[in-house]
């Protein structure tokens, strides 16, 4: 993997899309360039600034990813990314969040929160950054820091039972090289929530993918289909005549084990791949549904708008027509001399 520089990292970051993959590729570099931290996050911020309402979001997940991952090796991305978090949100709440990006930020920040990662004050910031209405009322911001953390400390002591469902985490060790260093990666929840819709390209590039899939490996069911009957049939063992034929048989059949064994995973994976396809097509769908509907609507409150201003051209063209020819009127000055400028009036 290349080495870190700022026009690396934007381009890493515009080519970021939502799926864990690629989010946890990038999550990955940044951290291996932990030592360039400070550079890392101010280009994170000023290319979130710039991104779309859809993809700020995702450069959220990131941000989660990296600063969960990193909190073993060094605090360095915490609290650097701590230092931008209220600016963002203020910034994310000025551009619009729906209730959907809305309630995805809040759960990652209440798992920041169970986890740690910020005190509760540092999280009430920034709760209050991305919607004032989230402020604590006066009373309760009286009660002293010594208490807000006893109730911290009382909510980590209860039974894991009773927190199963907010704290349960999705984890799953992916071990990367990069540049020639093995690193583990632990997927941290929260992740791309169901539903989000894929980018056009990501779709294209999965749809792709299946077309060199193990169902379409036409040369792997041939060799299938032409292993010889003794393989898959035991009553046909009673045939052999002795154990040259026996041991001939046995590599046969251990390798259509080998055989069978590869493409079944090989098949159980393009499972895998469908599924997924299918729910990103089902979303990618219904996105696009949403977006006719928003389309129609829009098309419709301009249609009103074009046929009000379409009256007004019409009024306005009806009233030059109905204003006097200025050319055809009399000369009223009847020959007589100009009226004196102001100039002429106040000299002396």
Known sequence: MAGFTENALVRKLQDLNSSQQSIQTLSLWLIHHRKHHAAVVKTWFKELLKAKDSKQLTFMYLANDVIQNSKKKGPEYGKEFGEVLVPTFQHMAKTGINAKTKQSLHRILSIWQERGVYDADKIQEFKEAMDPNDAIPNQATKRKTSEVKEEVKETEKKPKLENKEKRERRKSETKVEIDGHVETHVTLS???????????????????????????????????????????EVQLLSKLADKEAALSLSTVVNSAVELLAEYNL?????????????????????????????????????????QKIYAVKAEVKSHIDNLPDVSRLPDVTGGLAPLPSAGDLFSI
């Open 266 to 306: 090989r098949l159980s994976e393009e499972l895998e791949k469908r599924r997924r396809v299918a729910g990103m097509l089902r979303d990618f769908a219904q996105a696009q549904r949403d977006l006719a509907k928003q389309a129609e609507a829009r098309l419709e409150e301009y249609n009103i708008k074009l």
């Open 190 to 232: 929260p992740k791309t929530p169901p539903g989000d819709p894929p980018e056009p390209e990501e779709l294209i590039k999965a749809l792709l993918e299946l077309e060199s899939s193990a169902s379409s490996d036409e040369a792997v069911r041939e060799r299938i289909a032409s292993l010889p009957p003794e393989v898959s």
